[in-house]
């Protein structure tokens, strides 16, 4: 397939102007540079200093807001980390702060107020993020009423909120009270009416633009054919740490995250094609219903805030040896389609890394969907990540494990694993190892001997070469107990209860 390209090369000199709403109101900022972060443009240019900053990297949840977004006829409210989100990216939302939740009259936000009854906050630098976060719950479970507020949601949809001071029951006891409480409403229906009306002014690509956001497929690859030098950015989990840590700036930026089509999850009849701009948790979401066993794993990627900012395609094009849906999609034979204005290609995912951080993208391809087979009748994917923390860390070692075995013997066999080589791998020798055998403990003990030896992992801060040569192997076996019914070995299995 081809596709010609229609827009004219130009000379970048604007900053587009930044409109959202806010307050009810429309918001417009001019002269904003693509690299700036919402949280500086936040507490430097609007003087709202009532979001923090704590770790300027996505970890901590002081700087949460929240966004919100048309999706069919109603608002989605998501919370982010402003500190690492670009400000041009919240173009055409709404967005709240800590500062912008309680009425008119000055009453508190049941978010608020239900932190206030619950003794839930001490120094207080952590809580105008753990109330954004609140907030986003309330919005998107109590007003919805589409899910009751249990201790183990609470927990889940904090898990991007650290606090230093509290302890954490007394915040699990506002979100659930909050629902409570006598309601503060967001006129949806106001907001609603005005996101409208900025779509109507929303032009996509803007000729001299620093910051691109195309609309459709075909604008974003004639505008990367064009600007091939621009910083091509998705939800900015990874790129905004270049900014905020390694202090880069960016005199063009092009954002894949408007593009419709990229933004889509599609249904086939043999697999599901997942848009690279798709938030991590809505592609978590989409592989979650044909697979139930990985929900816990998908909530274990990074926290809440993280996975609605970043999106599945950031991951995989950032080819990170310890992200974590690759060997996941490894295991289950995604493959991805690599699009440019002179077509497109189809590859198995771990093809598309040539080394630590390095990839076959040409600089004016994009990841456009990866495409990933439908469960089989006889398959048995589990996925497990190794970390210091359960929840918001990153893994030391990830281990997919998709095995099909019928009459007790191993038909196929599929395996990725992440943190042990410097890509994403697939570890065929113990495919090899493993396909065709019967599935017996004789047989996993040699695979485990063979997966142990087959990759050559280093040693950094998150764990040894060693540990991680002896973890995969553990994992295998993991896997082979599990496989015999053995589920009180599965802490994953844990779960909060509910306060007394
Ligand atoms: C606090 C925190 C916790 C985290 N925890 C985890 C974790 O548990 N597991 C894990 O795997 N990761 C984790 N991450 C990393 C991060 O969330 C992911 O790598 C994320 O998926 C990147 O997606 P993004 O949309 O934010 O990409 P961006 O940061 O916008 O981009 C990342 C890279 O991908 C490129 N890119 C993006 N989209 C495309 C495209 N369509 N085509 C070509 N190139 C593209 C960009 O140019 C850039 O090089 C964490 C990050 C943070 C900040
Ligand atoms: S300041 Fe810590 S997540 Fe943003
Ligand atoms: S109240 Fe001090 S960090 Fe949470």
Redesign the pocket.
């Known amino acids: 397939m081809t596709i010609r390209s229609t827009v004219q090369n130009s000379v970048e000199t604007a900053h587009k102007t930044i409109r959202f709403v806010r307050r009810g109101e429309l918001v417009c900022l001019n002269n904003v540079p693509p690299s700036r972060t919402l949280l500086e443009v936040l507490r430097e240019d609007l003087a709202c200093t009532g979001t923090k900053e704590g770790c300027g ?3 901590c949840g002081a700087c949460t807001v929240v966004l919100g977004e048309i999706e069919g006829p109603a608002l989605r409210f998501r919370a982010v ?1 402003s500190c ?1 989100r670009l400000a041009h990216s919240v173009d055409g939302m709404a967005l709240w702060t800590v500062e912008d939740i309680a009425g008119e009259d000055g009453d508190l936000h049941p978010a608020q107020q239900a932190m206030v009854n619950c003794h839930a906050s001490q120094c207080g630098f952590c809580t105008p993020g753990f109330v954004m976060s609140l907030f986003s719950m309330y919005q998107s479970h109590v007003v919805s009423g589409n899910q009751p507020i249990t201790r183990a949601l609470a927990q889940e949809e904090l898990s ?1 909120n650290l606090c230093r001071c509290t302890g954490y029951r007394p915040i699990l006891d506002a979100a659930q009270a909050m629902g409570t409480l006598p309601d503060v409403p967001v006129d949806q229906a106001a907001v609603l009416q005005k996101l409208q009306q900025l779509k109507a002014v929303k032009q996509g690509p803007q000729a001299g633009s620093t910051y691109q956001s195309p609309l459709t497929l075909q604008q974003l690859l004639e505008t990367r054919s064009d600007h091939p030098d621009a ?11 270049w900014v905020t840590k390694l202090h880069m700036q960016f005199s063009k930026v092009l954002d ?2 408007r593009v419709a089509e ?1 933004r889509r999850v599609e249904d086939y009849p043999q697999h599901i094609a997942i848009g ?2 798709v938030p ?1 948790t809505d592609a978590f979401a989409a592989l979650v219903v044909d697979r139930p066993q990985l929900r816990t794993f998908a909530n ?4 809440l805030p ?1 996975r609605n ?7 995989v ?2 080819g ?1 040896p ?4 690759m060997p996941l999609l490894i295991a289950l034979g995604a493959n991805v389609v690599l699009m440019s204005i002179r077509g497109h290609r189809d590859l198995p995912l771990e093809k598309l890394y040539t080394g630590y951080r390095k990839n076959v ?1 040409a600089a004016d ?4 969907w990866i495409k990933v087979p439908k469960a089989g009748a006889h398959e048995n994917v589990q996925v497990y990540k190794i ?1 210091k923390r359960y929840d ?4 030391a070692v990830c281990l997919a494990i998709n095995l099909e075995i019928t009459g007790n013997v191993v038909a196929s066999a599929s395996i990725g694993a992440g943190g042990v080589a410097a890509t994403p791998v697939r570890a065929v020798r113990t495919e090899a190892a493993l396909a065709g055998q019967p599935w017996t403990q004789a047989t996993v003990t040699q695979a485990m001997a063979t997966l142990r030896a087959e990759f050559s992992p280093i040693s950094d801060m998150r764990a040894s070469g060693a540990y991680r040569v002896q973890v995969l192997g553990n994992l295998l076996q993991r896997y082979w107990l599990e496989s015999q019914g053995m589920q009180q070995i599965n802490l994953q299995a844990f779960s909060l209860n509910e306060a007394v």
């Not at 910083?231 to 740490?241: E, N």
């Not at 900012?309 to 991951?315: A, E, I, P, Q, Y």
């Not at 918001?392 to 893994?395: E, P």
């Open positions: 990297e996505g970890d980390n690492i991007g910083q091509l950015v998705a939800g900015c989990t990874d790129v905004g740490l894949v995250t990229l690279a701009a991590l274990r990627f990074a926290g993280v900012s970043g999106t599945l395609g950031g991951n094009a950032n990170s310890i992200g974590d849906s993208m391809e994009v990841l456009a970390s918001d860390d990153i893994s």
